[in-house]
């Protein structure tokens, strides 16, 4: 069983950055697809960045040049850094590693707001 537990959320003001990470209890992420995704208030989750196992990057529109996903093999963690933030990121943030089934960590929540 996986665990995966975000971390880095909090309140922004908008323009802000924001470096949110997720720690993996296994050497997970060099096997198997990862990313971020989010759920902001009343809407469906939806994915702001994934890395596949060798190292690809995909975004989603809202997130091309802002954001950026990374990862640590060896630390076992992904990252996501955000930066020039918008009060329209502001959701909970969730890990997601794509393996034999999908695990989900508790999510962080990122709210950007003055």
């Known amino acids: 069983q996986v665990q995966l537990v975000e971390s880095g959320g909090g309140l922004v003001q908008p323009g802000g950055s924001l470096r949110l990470s997720c720690a993996a209890s296994?050497?997970?992420?060099?096997?198997?697809?990862s990313g971020w995704y989010r759920q902001p208030p009343g809407k469906q989750r939806e994915l702001v960045a994934d890395?596949?196992?060798?190292?690809?990057?995909n975004y989603a529109d809202s997130a091309k040049g802002r954001f950026t996903i990374s990862r640590d093999i060896a630390e076992n963690k992904v990252f996501l850094q955000m930066n020039s933030l918008k009060p329209e990121d502001t959701a909970v943030y969730y890990c997601n590693v794509r393996g034999v089934v999908s695990y989900w960590g508790q999510g962080t929540q990122v709210t950007v707001s003055s």
């Open positions: 296994g050497r997970i992420f060099s096997f198997y697809p």
């Open positions: 890395i596949t196992a060798d190292g690809r990057r």
